[in-house]
C-alpha cells in the first residue's frame, strides 16, 4: 500500500493570486494523477503527472491555468494559477503502485477563493 | 465524457440492514471499481471487478460486473455506523478513472 501526504490541508486566498499544493507518497509509484472535486460533487481528473515531462492534460483543463510538476517518483505539485473563485473546490492527488486504476489517494486539499 | 450513472443518489438506513446500490453506463467498459470517499478524506478502493459477469467479496461488501458490461452493483450486508460514506463507482479507461456520480449513505444507529 501507499501512504499519500497533501499540503496544506486547506488555505483561503484572494483572487488572482496562486497556490501550489504538494503531494507526498511514502514509497515510489508508477504514476501520480491530480482530481478535483467541488463540493458535494464527484471526482474530475485535471492531469496525469508525469516524471520528467509534461503532464497530460484531461478536456477543459490548460497547463497554464494548472502547471504540474513531477521531478521524482514520490512527489508532485499542482499550481492553482490566477485563482477566481470558481477555482474552490477540493484537490486531490492520487498515486499507483501497481494496477493503474487501483489509486491511492490522498486527503485532499481545500482551497477557498475569496 | 461517458457519463457514470449511480443510483440512489443517497440513501438513509437503519443500521444492521443491508444495502444495494448500482452503476449504469452508456458505453461498454472492461474495468469497473467501487470507492468509498469518507468525510474529509479521499476516495479509498473497497473492490476492483476485471471481468464480466464476476462477483467479488470483500467482508461484508459485494460486487458484481454486469454481464452486459454496462453495468455494477455494490452490496453491503449488516449495515454499521461506519459505513457511512460515499460510495463512487468508477471505470478505468485508458490508465485513467472516470467516476460515477455517487451515492451517499448515511446509517442511524
Known amino acids: 500500500s501507499a501512504v499519500i501526504s497533501q499540503k496544506p490541508s486547506r488555505d483561503i486566498c484572494q483572487r488572482g493570486t496562486s497556490l501550489t499544493i504538494q503531494c507526498q507518497v511514502d514509497?515510489?509509484?508508477?504514476?501520480m494523477f491530480w482530481y478535483r472535486q467541488q463540493p458535494g460533487q464527484s471526482l474530475t481528473l485535471i492531469a496525469t503527472?508525469?516524471?520528467?515531462?509534461?503532464?497530460?492534460?484531461e478536456s477543459g483543463f490548460v497547463i497554464d491555468k494548472f502547471p504540474i510538476s513531477r521531478p521524482n517518483l514520490t512527489f508532485s505539485t499542482l499550481t492553482v494559477s490566477n485563482m477566481s473563485p470558481e477555482d474552490s473546490s477540493i484537490y486531490l492527488c492520487?498515486?499507483?503502485?501497481?494496477?493503474?486504476?487501483?489509486?491511492?489517494f490522498g486527503p485532499g486539499t481545500r482551497l477557498t477563493v475569496t | 465524457g461517458q457519463q457514470l450513472n449511480q443510483s440512489p443518489q443517497s440513501m438513509f438506513i437503519q443500521e444492521g440492514e443491508d444495502v444495494s446500490m448500482n452503476c449504469t453506463s452508456s458505453s461498454i467498459f472492461n474495468t469497473w471499481l467501487w470507492y468509498k470517499q469518507d468525510p474529509g478524506e479521499g476516495p479509498v478502493l473497497l473492490i476492483a471487478l476485471y471481468k464480466a459477469g464476476e462477483l467479488t467479496s470483500n467482508g461484508r461488501l459485494t460486487a458484481q460486473f454486469g454481464i452486459t458490461r454496462k453495468d455494477s452493483f455494490l452490496n453491503i450486508s449488516a449495515s454499521i455506523p461506519s459505513d457511512v460514506g460515499i460510495y463512487f463507482c468508477?471505470?478505468?479507461?485508458?490508465?485513467?478513472?472516470?467516476f460515477g456520480t455517487g451515492t451517499r449513505l448515511q446509517v442511524f444507529p
Open positions: 514509497s515510489q509509484v508508477t504514476m
Open positions: 468508477t471505470r478505468g479507461d485508458t490508465d485513467k478513472l472516470i
Open positions: 492520487s498515486a499507483v503502485l501497481g494496477q493503474v486504476y487501483e489509486q491511492y
Open positions: 503527472a508525469n516524471q520528467g515531462s509534461e503532464a497530460t492534460y
